[in-house]
Nanobody, 125 residues
């Protein structure tokens, strides 16, 4: 069994920044990719970013490029998401996801097989 635990969410003012973290524990395995998704009220869960664990290469959705930075620590199986210049539209529940699949892309929910419970990020104006 694999567990993902997110932390770092909260209430932040517009223009502020925060860092989300996700620790992976449980069954020992090396994921192929670790990613973050987010879901705003009344909207579909969407993909902001992912990182490949072996190469460290990253991918970002166009809407967050330049404001989001994903990083990972393979030694501790932890992935971080740093968000700068927060906007009201960044308000959402942010979910950490891990993929044990060897794929060429990791931007859809089906590309991941383990999920965290989510952490709320609220941006106030």
């Amino acid at each position: 069994q694999v567990q993902l635990e997110e932390s770092g969410g909260g209430l932040v003012q517009v223009g502020g920044s925060l860092r989300l973290s996700c620790a992976v524990s449980g069954r020992t395995f090396t994921p192929y990719a670790m990613g973050w998704f987010r879901q705003a009220p009344g909207k579909e869960r969407e993909f902001p970013t992912t990182i490949r664990c072996s190469s460290g290469s990253t991918s970002y959705a166009g809407s967050v490029k330049g404001r989001f930075t994903i990083s990972r620590d393979n030694d501790t199986n932890t992935v971080h998401l740093h968000i700068w210049s927060l906007r009201p539209e960044d308000t959402a529940v942010y979910y950490c996801a891990v993929s044990s699949y060897d794929r060429t892309t990791y931007y859809l929910r089906d590309h991941y097989d383990y999920w965290g419970q989510g952490t709320q990020v609220t941006v106030s104006s």
